[in-house]
């Protein structure tokens, strides 16, 4: 693979990861979503955008701390992964997860730039960095599209 090669593949990992060019970042799903809609839960669904965005933050940092740390336990699969709580149990519990989820992909994304993104993680099972950033932006655009479609069946969606 040649410099530029290389260079095109890092700016298409990031441009994925910051939402890519056919689907909507976290940013504009949660942008405009009413307080008082964060736990709504439409008929039939299992969770609410609030879990949702949980979901996103735990799973995400897990990814981020795996490429970057040795001694990280991933948390119990799938019960750590998912919050019991429907809603959040404030306005700072949820700009907290927000902000978190911004900084651990403004991380991850530094770490796609700065590393070199085909070694293997010494400490996975044949991990890289590049199928990690993958699994992100996999992970962030499908849970995305779930949040959308939530807000959608509430009538909240552009």
């Known amino acids: ?10 700016e298409e990992v990031v441009h994925l990861l910051q939402g890519g060019n056919a689907h909507a970042d976290i940013k504009k799903a949660l942008n405009g979503l009413p307080k008082n809609q964060r736990g709504a839960k439409p ?36 019960d750590d992964y998912w ?3 429907i809603a959040p149990g404030s306005d700072e519990a949820w700009d ?6 911004n ?3 403004d991380e991850l994304i530094n770490l796609v730039k700065t590393a070199d993104i085909f070694t293997r993680i010494p400490h996975g099972e044949g991990q890289n ?3 990690e950033a993958l ?11 779930e949040i959308i479609v939530i807000r959608r069946l509430l009538g909240i969606w552009e």
């Open 1 to 10: 693979m040649t410099n530029s090669q290389h260079e095109i593949l890092i």
């Open 135 to 145: 699994q992100v932006a996999d992970h962030m655009a499908y849970h995305v599209a």
């Open 129 to 131: 960095i590049l199928r």
């Open 83 to 85: 919050p019991k709580e």
């Open 96 to 101: 907290q997860s927000v902000k978190q989820i």
């Open 43 to 78: 008929d039939k669904l299992p969770y609410s955008i609030w879990q949702l965005v949980e979901h996103i933050r735990i799973a995400q940092w897990d990814m981020l701390e795996f490429c970057k740390d040795s001694n990280h336990q991933s948390p119990k699969w799938p």
């Open 103 to 105: 900084k651990d992909l």
